[in-house]
């Protein structure tokens, strides 16, 4: 049987806590059980995205390469987040704070769509803060559903937020 490696790239986020050290936690946990992390954007600090909160985002993004299939993938990376301190999802739309947040961005260059996975992530297209750290690790990556590469849907983004580059090296 032959083993298909799958490119991955994923968004994190925190805005509780330590956030840097809650970065850090999850990193080493996708590197030791999900698969082989290439490529970790610089962290940007933003505004929270459609809610208040009076704390700000650390952001990035990130390229793996895994085995795992696009379902077990998403399960493994909630158990990361569970594992790091996050509460369990709550099921409304409202955002809300939280220790850690990872979101599946592309797999490969598939598009899924199940009950529990959307790939692309339906929503990045329109954040900046995803954006950003994209383009600077993937600047070239074609999306599969606009085909533009990702510095062109950045430069079509309406989102207006800031990203302020925090200095910090993580060790891969």
Known sequence: MEVIDNEVILSL????GNKI?????????IEQSVGKISKISSIYETMPHRFYSETTFYNLCLRLTTRFSSSLLLK???????E??????TNSECYESRIIDIDVIYFN???ISTEKLKVPHPKFRDRNF???PLVEIEPNYIDPVSNLTTTQLYKNCIDESNANK???????
Do not use: M, Y
């Open 130 to 132: 995803v954006l950003i």
């Open 84 to 89: 790091v301190g996050r509460e369990k999802k």
């Open 21 to 29: 050290n809650n970065l850090e936690n999850a990193i080493a946990r």
């Open 166 to 172: 925090i200095e910090h090296r993580f060790s891969i």
């Open 109 to 111: 260059g598939d598009i």
């Open 13 to 16: 986020g925190s805005d509780l």
């Open 76 to 82: 493994k990376l909630q158990e990361i987040e569970s």
